[in-house]
């Protein structure tokens, strides 16, 4: 552990003792006494023991402080202790160490064992230190780290930054799945948690850091748990006919993990994690990689409930993992099955600022939607012979996007007169295939830091798709007078496949200790296909057999690229520096089967790259990169297919696009102090691109816009992002404070077809919030969590300035749990939020209100009977509010409301029974 010294002036305090090893009779001779300031671990004054293995320490301020005794072999000592006026000198005596072979415990503190030790870049806590409730599972455990907080969503936020990655005894359990772990695993299964940022692979491997690291909690079970079976049972039924059911079932045998597990439910519950709502969508977009390729993206193979309508969900896997031939092979299995059906109701509120025109649009929009997935993956690690290894993945997943929804718009001009009528209906059906595949190949040669790494990956997307559209666009005239109508009755297919090999060679040289040049090659191949059809009825309103030629296209993509790359890492004492850059050569032909028009294309991507890493302790860094890319316009930019799913909106490629350069760079610091649980986190962002792609827009008199995609050489569009959080404990209450800042401007030309008015319309969006955060937990008495703060939000268009949409607002949220005689426990949360109005939107207030109360049953508590009441004010109300191009939109959209639970739920174990206490 690293400390940083602290001077003031000493006065006339003492202490003294003597370290020694009762069982060999020795006096230990140079044993490190350390005397800790207990506030912050930080290092008040240091000795080392004489012959005879006293030590004595003059001058100490008067003050709370910890003693550590070290010496090599032997187990760490530590204790607290007071010096004041009553007691100036503290006589410790013989104070006994016991070697670390002697000893399972690292650290030993006098009366209670040490709760956190710091292995490196590691901070570990010990389970033993910590309250542990009968059934307890993972998350409560964490929940009384200190710089650790849980949020009543399983959201885990550690030294600042959210962990996104949870293992168990370093393996991945049911994937990238964080509350399947910390809310299913028992805590008196725990041994230990450590916290680390997990390096990627290739940085793991050379020992060269790359700067890509991801905030993770590895959970270490104890050795006498890992043999036997575990699980809980949860069923719940309450009024307006919502339900819960769940089971997980877990079969431990030393290094083999079985587990399974099913929920089924119409309450928002899929088991999920926080953050897949950003991992997974439903877009279906063709997108550009890093190296220049380009792809098809069909969305996620998981199910997500995001808090739109009204759900119900039934999902289920199973897990393997095990190590074999003492650890030479390591294999890691999941298989994931689900469906999930949303029921919506939405209505949305627009303003569009065109140069001489506002058009306010109201629509209101009702759907169904369902979603079935299942997806196999697994991953074996051979550990070849000593120097080298290999590591194998494959996934393969299925899944059906069904949609059926009707809308209805309208759009009124500025002085209200009517300006449009709009009826849509769409029903689609969507299936997706998707199978990806890697080789990772890792040898460590004789020289030391001399290494070779080999990657071959890739996948194949089949995505096949119809839908029917019918819609009816009704405009007006000024005077009001009806224009005649546009219908439409269309029945779309869409056929779309990609298959993508990628590779990639890395050599590392060190070139002298702590310098070292990286080298990478890659070859890559991309072959894409994109069939989309439109027909509307013949003569008569028969079948739909007249094909579309505006909204049909049929074309392929086949593409190459090569990249090379060379990147300088220095990396001494607390220093780590890298820069180098990459580039790529990729040429691609795209023929357009339906017109025999056929486009080549030749470029260069250029990648530069540089960081910088300071690490003043173990715990405290400064970090600052800055990264660069070629964007080149994507397929969809450059020959779009006319997608009239919204009959007011239509897009149209430009061919003439030419590339743009994307500029980010970042810096942050972290600093934590673990005994007085501490820390401090600060980062900021600035990003800037020249020549941008912007949206050239038109709307014509019925208030149908058409966009079209074009270079803006002449601006930069630019954004940055700031963020501030600052948390201790303060007389046993942890304290937090947090703030964030965000700017974004963006460019686009706005046409008003009326009277053919183009201007450059300039929109900025800023965003400001604040906040203050106390939590404490008290054993078996209560615990509580408030966080609240101001918001403030403007979006800025430099068109129709009277109705920019500037807006304050505030958010707080927080819980409480209290916990009774006889194993009752009442608990409750509450959020609210409140947006205020603009000129052209109304103000949002919401507050969410839920309680519930349990009893415990059982000798283990394992039996537990709750009752919820969700949404006791019956205010729930989705909310959405966003500014794009000079148009300004609110949402508002059903959701989970109030209702009664009763929930019945069983704790399960028989596990083996092992060294705990």
Do not use: C
């Given at each position: 552990?690293?400390?940083?010294?602290?001077?003031?002036?000493?006065?006339?305090?003492?202490?003294?003792?003597?370290?020694?090893?009762?069982?060999?009779?020795?006096?230990l001779?140079?044993?490190?006494?350390?005397?800790?300031?207990?506030?912050?671990?930080?290092?008040?004054?240091f000795t080392?023991a004489?012959?005879?293995?006293?030590?004595?320490?003059?001058?100490?301020?008067?003050?709370?402080?910890?003693?550590?005794?070290?010496?090599?072999?032997?187990?760490?000592?530590?204790?607290?202790?007071?010096?004041?006026?009553k007691?100036?000198a503290?006589?410790?005596?013989?104070?006994?160490?016991?070697?670390?072979?002697?000893?399972l415990?690292?650290?030993?503190?006098?009366?209670?064992?040490?709760?956190?030790?710091?292995?490196?870049?590691?901070?570990?806590?010990?389970?033993?230190?910590?309250?542990?409730?009968?059934?307890?599972?993972?998350?409560?455990?964490?929940?009384?780290?200190?710089?650790?907080?849980?949020?009543k969503?399983?959201?885990?936020t550690?030294?600042?930054?959210?962990?996104?990655?949870?293992?168990?005894?370093?393996?991945?359990?049911?994937?990238?799945?964080?509350?399947?772990?910390?809310?299913?695993?028992?805590?008196?299964?725990?041994?230990?948690?450590?916290?680390?940022?997990k390096?990627?692979?290739?940085?793991?491997?050379?020992?060269?850091d790359?700067?890509?690291?991801?905030?993770?909690?590895?959970?270490?079970?104890?050795?006498?748990?890992?043999?036997?079976?575990?699980?809980?049972?949860?069923?719940?039924?309450?009024t307006?006919?919502?339900?819960?059911?769940?089971?997980?079932?877990?079969?431990?045998?030393?290094?083999?993990?079985?587990s399974?597990?099913?929920?089924?439910?119409?309450?928002?519950?899929?088991?999920?994690?926080?953050?897949?709502?950003?991992?997974?969508?439903?877009?279906?977009?063709?997108?550009?990689?890093?190296?220049?390729?380009?792809?098809?993206?069909?969305?996620?193979d998981?199910?997500?409930?995001?808090?739109?309508?009204?759900?119900?969900?039934?999902?289920?896997?199973?897990?393997?993992?095990?190590?074999?031939?003492?650890?030479?092979?390591?294999?890691?299995?999941?298989?994931?099955?689900?469906?999930?059906?949303?029921?919506g109701?939405?209505?949305?509120?627009?303003?569009?600022?065109?140069?001489?025109?506002?058009?306010?649009?109201?629509?209101?929009?009702?759907?169904?939607?369902?979603?079935?997935?299942?997806?196999?993956?697994?991953?074996?690690?051979?550990?070849?012979?000593?120097?080298?290894?290999?590591?194998?993945?494959?996934?393969?997943s299925?899944?059906?996007n069904?949609?059926?929804?009707?809308?209805?718009?309208?759009?009124?001009r500025?002085?209200?007169?009517?300006?449009?009528?709009?009826?849509?209906s769409?029903?689609?059906?969507?299936?997706d295939?998707?199978?990806?595949?890697?080789?990772?190949?890792?040898?460590k040669?004789?020289?030391?830091?001399?290494?070779?790494?080999?990657?071959?990956?890739?996948?194949?997307?089949?995505?096949?798709?119809?839908?029917?559209?019918?819609?009816?666009?009704?405009?007006?005239?000024?005077?009001?007078?009806?224009?005649?109508?546009?219908?439409?009755?269309?029945?779309?297919?869409?056929?779309?496949?990609?298959?993508?090999?990628?590779?990639?060679?890395t050599?590392?040289?060190?070139?002298?200790?702590?310098?070292?040049?990286?080298?990478?090659?890659?070859?890559?191949?991309?072959?894409?296909?994109?069939?989309?059809?439109?027909?509307?009825?013949?003569?008569?309103?028969?079948?739909?057999?007249?094909?579309?030629?505006?909204?049909?296209?049929?074309?392929?993509?086949?593409?190459?690229?090569?990249?090379?790359g060379?990147?300088?890492?220095?990396?001494k004492?607390?220093?780590?520096?890298?820069?180098?850059?990459?580039?790529?050569?990729?040429?691609?032909?795209?023929?357009?089967?339906?017109?025999?028009?056929?486009?080549?294309?030749?470029?260069?991507?250029?990648?530069?790259?540089?960081?910088?890493?300071?690490?003043?302790?173990?715990?405290?860094?400064?970090?600052?990169?800055?990264?660069?890319?070629?964007?080149?316009?994507?397929?969809?930019?450059?020959?779009?297919?006319?997608d009239n799913?919204?009959?007011?909106?239509?897009?149209?490629?430009?061919?003439?696009?030419?590339?743009?350069?994307?500029?980010?760079?970042?810096?942050?610091?972290?600093?934590?102090?673990?005994?007085?649980?501490?820390?401090?986190?600060?980062?900021?962002?600035?990003?800037?691109?020249?020549?941008?792609?912007?949206?050239?827009?038109?709307?014509?008199?019925?208030?149908?816009?058409?966009?079209?995609?074009?270079?803006?050489?002449?601006?930069?569009?630019?954004?940055?992002?700031?963020?501030?959080?600052?948390?201790?404990?303060i007389?046993?209450?942890?304290?937090?404070?947090?703030?964030?800042?965000?700017?974004?401007?963006?460019?686009?030309?706005?046409?008003?077809?009326?009277?053919?008015?183009?201007?450059?319309?300039?929109?900025?969006?800023?965003?400001?919030?604040?906040?203050?955060?106390?939590?404490?937990?008290?054993?078996?008495?209560?615990?509580?969590?408030?966080?609240?703060?101001?918001?403030?939000?403007?979006?800025?268009?430099?068109?129709?300035?009277?109705?920019?949409?500037?807006?304050?607002g505030?958010?707080?949220?927080?819980?409480?749990?209290?916990?009774?005689?006889?194993?009752?426990?009442?608990?409750?949360?509450?959020?609210?939020?409140?947006?205020?109005?603009?000129?052209?939107?109304?103000?949002?207030?919401?507050?969410?209100?839920?309680?519930?109360?349990?009893?415990?049953?059982?000798?283990?508590?394992?039996?537990?009977?709750?009752?919820?009441?969700?949404?006791?004010?019956?205010?729930?109300?989705?909310?959405?509010r966003?500014?794009?191009?000079?148009?300004?939109?609110?949402?508002?959209y059903?959701?989970?409301?109030?209702?009664?639970?009763?929930?019945?739920?069983?704790?399960?174990?028989?596990?083996?029974?092992?060294?705990?206490?």
């Amino acid at each position: 552990m690293l400390f940083s010294l602290t001077g003031y002036a000493q006065s006339n305090y003492a202490i003294k003792g003597s370290a020694v090893d009762t069982s060999e009779k020795k006096a230990l001779h140079n044993t490190t006494i350390m005397v800790l300031n207990a506030k912050d671990s930080t290092l008040s004054k240091f000795t080392r023991a004489a012959a005879d293995g006293s030590f004595a320490i003059n001058n100490l301020n008067a003050g709370k402080f910890i003693l550590v005794l070290s010496y090599p072999g032997y187990a760490d000592y530590a204790e607290d202790f007071t010096l004041d006026d009553k007691a100036p000198a503290h006589n410790f005596g013989k104070i006994n160490l016991i070697l670390k072979s002697r000893l399972l415990k690292d650290v030993i503190i006098k009366g209670q064992v040490t709760a956190i030790k710091i292995k490196g870049d590691t901070t570990e806590f010990n389970a033993k230190a910590y309250v542990i409730q009968p059934n307890d599972k993972v998350e409560d455990l964490i929940r009384q780290f200190p710089g650790i907080q849980v949020d009543k969503d399983g959201k885990i936020t550690a030294q600042g930054q959210t962990v996104s990655k949870v293992l168990l005894d370093g393996e991945e359990f049911f994937g990238d799945d964080p509350t399947l772990v910390t809310k299913n695993i028992r805590a008196d299964m725990v041994d230990k948690v450590q916290l680390y940022d997990k390096k990627s692979d290739q940085a793991t491997f050379t020992g060269i850091d790359d700067d890509k690291t991801t905030k993770t909690l590895n959970i270490k079970l104890k050795g006498g748990k890992k043999a036997g079976s575990f699980g809980k049972a949860i069923a719940a039924a309450g009024t307006d006919k919502y339900y819960q059911g769940q089971l997980m079932y877990n079969k431990f045998q030393n290094k083999e993990k079985i587990s399974v597990y099913g929920i089924g439910s119409n309450n928002g519950t899929t088991g999920l994690n926080w953050d897949d709502a950003q991992k997974y969508g439903d877009n279906n977009n063709m997108e550009m990689t890093d190296d220049g390729g380009m792809y098809f993206s069909y969305g996620g193979d998981d199910l997500y409930y995001n808090g739109h309508g009204l759900p119900k969900a039934i999902t289920g896997g199973v897990h393997y993992d095990n190590k074999l031939d003492k650890d030479k092979y390591a294999v890691n299995g999941n298989y994931k099955i689900g469906e999930l059906t949303i029921d919506g109701n939405q209505n949305t509120i627009s303003q569009n600022n065109l140069p001489d025109l506002v058009i306010n649009s109201k629509s209101s929009q009702v759907d169904h939607k369902s979603t079935f997935r299942q997806k196999l993956d697994a991953k074996i690690e051979v550990k070849l012979d000593t120097t080298a290894n290999l590591k194998i993945t494959a996934s393969g997943s299925y899944k059906n996007n069904k949609n059926n929804s009707l809308s209805t718009d309208t759009s009124r001009r500025g002085d209200n007169s009517l300006l449009n009528l709009t009826t849509t209906s769409n029903v689609s059906n969507n299936d997706d295939h998707r199978f990806d595949a890697s080789v990772f190949y890792t040898k460590k040669l004789k020289k030391k830091g001399r290494t070779l790494s080999v990657l071959i990956g890739g996948n194949t997307d089949n995505n096949e798709g119809t839908s029917f559209l019918k819609s009816n666009l009704q405009s007006f005239q000024d005077d009001g007078t009806p224009n005649a109508a546009q219908p439409t009755d269309q029945h779309k297919t869409s056929d779309n496949k990609s298959q993508v090999l990628n590779t990639n060679i890395t050599y590392t040289e060190p070139i002298v200790k702590g310098i070292n040049l990286v080298f990478n090659y890659g070859f890559n191949i991309d072959h894409a296909s994109s069939d989309q059809l439109a027909y509307s009825r013949g003569a008569g309103g028969g079948d739909y057999n007249v094909l579309v030629d505006s909204l049909s296209n049929f074309f392929k993509l086949n593409q190459h690229s090569h990249q090379v790359g060379i990147i300088l890492n220095y990396n001494k004492g607390k220093t780590v520096i890298n820069i180098g850059t990459k580039a790529a050569d990729v040429s691609f032909d795209q023929i357009n089967l339906y017109t025999g028009n056929e486009l080549k294309r030749q470029f260069i991507n250029w990648f530069p790259q540089a960081s910088y890493v300071y690490k003043f302790s173990q715990q405290s860094s400064f970090r600052a990169n800055y990264n660069g890319n070629t964007q080149q316009p994507s397929i969809s930019q450059i020959q779009p297919v006319k997608d009239n799913t919204n009959p007011l909106y239509v897009t149209l490629g430009n061919p003439n696009l030419t590339p743009s350069f994307y500029n980010h760079f970042r810096m942050s610091y972290n600093s934590y102090k673990v005994i007085g649980g501490e820390n401090l986190y600060i980062s900021g962002d600035y990003g800037f691109t020249t020549n941008p792609i912007v949206n050239n827009t038109s709307t014509d008199a019925t208030g149908k816009t058409t966009s079209q995609y074009f270079n803006l050489s002449s601006k930069i569009q630019h954004s940055y992002y700031g963020y501030f959080n600052y948390g201790r404990k303060i007389g046993g209450i942890n304290i937090g404070i947090n703030s964030n800042v965000s700017s974004r401007t963006t460019y686009n030309i706005v046409t008003n077809g009326v009277n053919a008015v183009s201007q450059l319309n300039t929109t900025k969006n800023n965003s400001y919030q604040g906040g203050l955060s106390v939590n404490k937990y008290v054993e078996n008495k209560y615990d509580f969590y408030v966080t609240a703060g101001p918001t403030y939000t403007v979006n800025q268009s430099s068109l129709q300035t009277i109705y920019n949409s500037n807006s304050s607002g505030f958010n707080s949220r927080g819980w409480a749990g209290l916990y009774l005689p006889h194993n009752w426990q009442i608990g409750s949360d509450a959020e609210y939020t409140y947006t205020a109005k603009t000129a052209a939107l109304p103000q949002f207030k919401r507050t969410l209100w839920n309680a519930s109360i349990s009893k415990a049953f059982l000798k283990e508590k394992s039996f537990k009977i709750m009752g919820t009441v969700n949404d006791i004010l019956n205010q729930n109300q989705g909310f959405n509010r966003y500014a794009n191009g000079g148009i300004i939109t609110e949402q508002r959209y059903t959701t989970i409301k109030r209702y009664f639970l009763l929930t019945l739920s069983y704790d399960f174990s028989k596990m083996s029974a092992g060294a705990s206490k």
